[in-house]
Structures are given as structure tokens and as C-alpha cells.
């Protein structure tokens, strides 16, 4: 069993699925602080089969130790965090006290119960503005522009010293581009709970009408089309790479520790507009949308250099952005019948 953290999350429900396809049978445990239950329905739904859900908060330690009272795991994938950037400014300690403190707790009660096999989200953002591009992991990583951001440089750390400490952890630090799409049966997907943050969700939400247009964030930037850079990946190639990486850290040898970094991304950049317009190709609908300011903290450009993966994990994105941007548009249809936003 491989317990799941933030299993009712939108990567960790696309990963169970991933999971299970591989062999691995994931123990999903959620508080639903940004979640809901219906994710794990969809999850079951995909897979065919009654995939276990537990509603524990990782940082309730007794909690935890009675979750690995029941349940044997041979691995952790460890998504369960507040994620978004601007809450984060507004409520630094939330953000430390669950992000950095939630993986404290888990690593305790891990290692008490033998767990060395760890898969952490991570983030591009723990380089900031890179100077070189593509962004390899060798990178420094810069101040954080964010509490959130310095939280996923903090954990980092954290699972280093761990290692050095534990001697036989096996620690795979997967640093996301931005993830974007849906599973493509549409059973699941990502689910923001308020005014998206994002682009991919405000955007198939102003497509819908649920909000009146997309702001693009900056039109003067010094890229070819004057707006920010990304490289987005299909949340499904994502969900892939957690396996390649669990089995990465199954294959490490049992009386050493071994961390590493992994950028995760297709290595390509894609612009907002090269967005948009892949969007309305991918699916023939017009995207309302107006030039507006740049965001604050927000970086230019960036996308990875996957390498890494591809030679030690065997991982490569295989969907395209107009297949993802189809998928996340399949998702909010869905959502949008349901009226569920
Ligand atoms: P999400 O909010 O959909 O999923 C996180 C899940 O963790 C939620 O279901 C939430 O309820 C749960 N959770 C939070 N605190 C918890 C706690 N104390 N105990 C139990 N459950 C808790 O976010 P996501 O997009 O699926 O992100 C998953 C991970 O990937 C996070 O660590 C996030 O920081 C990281 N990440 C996400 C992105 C992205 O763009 N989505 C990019 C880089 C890194
Ligand atoms: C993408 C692009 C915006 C919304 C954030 C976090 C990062 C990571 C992923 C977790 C940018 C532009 C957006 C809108 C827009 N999360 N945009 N109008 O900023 O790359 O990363 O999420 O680790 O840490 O910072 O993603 O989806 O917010 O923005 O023009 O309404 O879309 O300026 O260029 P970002 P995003």
C-alpha cells in the first residue's frame, strides 16, 4: 500500500489513478481542507475498485499513528499542503505551521514506523527568476518570493537533513511546473474553491461565463509576445512521474540514504496567449479576455530542462498542451451540467 497525502487533492487524486494502474493499491488521506470527497468517488469510478480514503489531518500525530496502525505502506507520496501564493502573504504561519510542521509530523511517525520510500511535491518556484534557461536542478534556488514558496525551499531542506539523519531514506524532491488538464474521463479534475488563482481554471471558467473575462497579467514583458512563459504539463504525465519516481526510491539501495531533485515539465515554454489560442483551437470556444497589469512576484519565464527525469527515472510527458487544455475543458463542462461552480 502507498499511502497518499492530499489524495483528494487534484494531483494526488490523478496520481491514485496512476497508482493503481502501475500494481500499487493508494491509501488516500485528505482533510478536505481544499478538497472533497466526491474526488475519491471519481477516483473509484475510474479505477473500478474501492480505493481506501481516511479523513486524517497529517499534522494530528495520533492521528497519523493510528493511520499506520492500519495499514502497511511500502511508500509515501506526500502532497497534502496549502497551496495558494496569495493566501500564503496573508497568512505566513498557516502556511509554516502546516506545509513545514505537517512534514515534520509525517516524517516522525514515518520513520517510527520504518516508512523510508518518500515522494515530496515540490515546486519550480523554489528557483524564483532563473538566470540560465531551460532551468536545470542545479539551479540556486533564490530568496522566496512567497511564504508558500519558502515553505517548499524549507521542506526541502527538512527532507535533507532527514536522510542525512535517517541513513536509509530514499527521498525524491519532484519539482512541478505548472500542471494543468484533467484525468480524460472527466471523473476527476481540479476543483478550485472560490476565484481560481490560476490561469487554466479562471480561464475555463470565463469560457463558461462564471466569470466575466480573463485578465492576461501584463502585456510588456520582454518575451517574443510580450506576456509570462510557462511550462505547463498534463496533470496525467505528472501523475505518471510520482510512480516512476516511488520505484526510482524502491530501487535504492536499502542501507543508504539518497535524495535527489527532479524537474518535472514538457521543457517547453508556452506564453498566455500561446494559451489562450491553443485553447480555442483545442476546442473551438472563445476565450473573453483583456490585457490588464503584471502581478506582483510574478516570474517571466520559466520552464525545465526534464533531463534528470528522463535519464534516471525514464519519465516523459507524452500529452500535448492542446490535449490538456481539451481535458480541462472536458472537466469544467462536467463541472458546469453539475453546476458545481
Ligand atoms: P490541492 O489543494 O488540490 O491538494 C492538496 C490536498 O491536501 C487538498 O486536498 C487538501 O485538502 C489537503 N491537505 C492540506 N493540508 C492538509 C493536512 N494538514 N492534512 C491532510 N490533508 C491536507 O493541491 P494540488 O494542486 O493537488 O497540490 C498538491 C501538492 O503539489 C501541494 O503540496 C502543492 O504545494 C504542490 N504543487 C502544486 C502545484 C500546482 O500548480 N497545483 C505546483 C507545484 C507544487
Ligand atoms: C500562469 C501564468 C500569470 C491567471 C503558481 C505558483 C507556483 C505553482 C503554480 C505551486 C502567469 C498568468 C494567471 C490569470 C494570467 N504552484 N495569469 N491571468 O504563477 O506560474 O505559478 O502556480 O507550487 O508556485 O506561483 O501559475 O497559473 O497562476 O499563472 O494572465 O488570471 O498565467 O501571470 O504568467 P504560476 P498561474
Known amino acids: 500500500m502507498v499511502l497518499v497525502t492530499g489524495g483528494a487533492g487534484y494531483i494526488g487524486s490523478h496520481t491514485a489513478v496512476a497508482l493503481h494502474e502501475a500494481g500499487f493499491m493508494p491509501v488516500l488521506v485528505d482533510n478536505l481542507h481544499n478538497s472533497k470527497a466526491s474526488a475519491v468517488d471519481g477516483v473509484r ?10 479523513a486524517v489531518d497529517i499534522c494530528d500525530k495520533a492521528a497519523l499513528e493510528a493511520l499506520f496502525g492500519r495499514h502497511d505502506f511500502v511508500g509515501v507520496l506526500h502532497f497534502a499542503a496549502h497551496k495558494a501564493v496569495g493566501e500564503s502573504m496573508a497568512k505566513p504561519a498557516m502556511y509554516a505551521a502546516n506545509n513545514v510542521g505537517g512534514l515534520g509530523v509525517l516524517l516522525e511517525v514515518a520513520s517510527a514506523h520504518d516508512l523510508d520510500n518518500i515522494v515530496f511535491s515540490s515546486s519550480c518556484t523554489v528557483y524564483g527568476e532563473p538566470e540560465d534557461m531551460p532551468v536545470a ?10 511564504p508558500y514558496g519558502w515553505t517548499k525551499q524549507a521542506c526541502e531542506r527538512v527532507l535533507e537533513d532527514h536522510a542525512a539523519a535517517r541513513g536509509a531514506a530514499h527521498v525524491a524532491l519532484l519539482r512541478y511546473f505548472n500542471p494543468i488538464g484533467a484525468h480524460p474521463s472527466a471523473n476527476i479534475g481540479e476543483l478550485p474553491l472560490g476565484v481560481p488563482n490560476n490561469l487554466i481554471p479562471f ?7 462564471i466569470r466575466k473575462a480573463l485578465t492576461v497579467f501584463g502585456g510588456d514583458y520582454a518575451t517574443p509576445d510580450g506576456t509570462c512563459i510557462r511550462d505547463y504539463l498534463h496533470v496525467m504525465d505528472l501523475a505518471e512521474a510520482h510512480v516512476a519516481a516511488l520505484q526510482w526510491c524502491l530501487d ?26 491553443g485553447f480555442e483551437r483545442a476546442t473551438g470556444q472563445k476565450v473573453p479576455y483583456t490585457m490588464g497589469e503584471r502581478r ?16 534516471e527515472l525514464g519519465w ?10 481539451a481535458d480541462a475543458w472536458r472537466w469544467q463542462e462536467k463541472l458546469n451540467q453539475e453546476g458545481s461552480n
Not at 540556486?140 to 518570493?145: I, L, T, V, W
Not at 506582483?296 to 535519464?311: F, K, L, M, T, Y
Open 252 to 277: 535504492q539501495p536499502d542501507d543508504q540514504s539518497v535524495i535527489r531533485p527532479f524537474n518535472l515539465g514538457t521543457g517547453k515554454g508556452a506564453s498566455v496567449l500561446e494559451v489562450i489560442q
Open 203 to 209: 480561464l475555463t471558467q470565463a469560457v463558461s461565463g
Open 296 to 311: 506582483e512576484g510574478d516570474v517571466v519565464a520559466i520552464w525545465a530542462d526534464p533531463s534528470r527525469a528522463a535519464n
Open 316 to 325: 516523459r510527458t507524452t500529452r500535448s498542451l492542446d490535449t490538456s487544455l
Open 137 to 146: 536542478e542545479s539551479a540556486p534556488f533564490q530568496r522566496a518570493e512567497s
Open 45 to 54: 469510478a475510474i479505477v473500478g475498485e474501492d480505493i481506501p480514503f481516511e
